[in-house]
């Protein structure tokens, strides 16, 4: 199964700070996705790469994946407190199965 | 809104019983996934249901079982349970125009005393 390591486990920034939070894994990504989570409430799906070096932006959020498709990176430009919450890695259980085996998350706190 | 609706949102129950977690797709998603989360094992995919069909399963016990009805509705039954069951327990639906996005809903906070 797909282990996924992400770093750090906690930030905390001041608002308007830019951030970067890792995702690393063991094995090749077939499919890499970033969901955020607000405390105690669901994940918010925010986008999927699957080609090596690819970058997608979802407002002030980037995510790259590397050319190797065994590392991400998520970053964050002008941090706000609208950011904070839990971001979660998740790689495909299997080569287009599309179930996400997601990472410990990175907790992200924004003060104003 | 997601559009994914779990009920009930809160649980409180003893070991030994038996609970059923209900969940309502988006309208029109096909896919039910139901995941465990929990401090210590994080987020676990538990089971993937496709128009009343299983299909995937992952960390889920042996006295856990879902289901999904023609009405395209899941339940997650969880018997014989364990302090070690409390957690809160996500259903996710997705369609197939956008594999890969998956809807969660709020989540059943499951305890266990």
């Known amino acids: 199964s797909q282990e996924l390591e992400q770093s750090p486990q906690s930030l905390i920034v001041q608002e308007g700070k830019n951030l970067t939070i890792n995702c690393t894994s063991s094995k090749t990504l077939y499919g890499l996705y970033w969901y955020k989570q607000k405390y105690g409430e669901g994940l918010i799906f925010l986008m999927m790469l699957q080609k090596g070096g690819e970058e997608k932006s979802h407002e002030k959020i980037t995510a790259k994946l590397d050319e190797k498709k065994q590392q991400s990176s998520l970053h964050i430009t002008a941090s706000q407190p609208s950011h904070a919450g839990i971001y979660l890695c998740?790689?495909?259980?299997?080569?287009?199965?599309?179930?996400?085996?997601f990472g410990r998350g990175t907790s992200l706190i924004v003060h104003p | 809104d997601s559009g994914v609706t779990q009920t009930p949102k809160h649980l409180i129950t003893a070991t030994g019983q038996r609970v059923t977690l209900r969940c309502s797709p988006r309208s029109g998603d096909l896919s039910v996934y139901w995941y465990q989360q929990s401090l210590d094992q994080g987020l676990q995919f538990l089971i993937q249901y496709y128009n009343g069909e299983e299909r995937a399963k992952g960390n889920i016990l042996e006295r856990f079982s879902a289901q999904q009805f023609p009405d395209l509705h899941s339940e997650l039954n969880l018997s014989s349970l364990e302090l070690g069951d409390s957690a809160l327990y996500f259903c996710a639906s997705s369609g197939w125009t956008r594999p890969g996005e998956l809807f969660f809903g709020e989540g059943s906070r499951l305890t266990v005393l």
């Open positions: 998740g790689a495909d259980r299997s080569g287009g199965s599309y179930i996400p085996t």
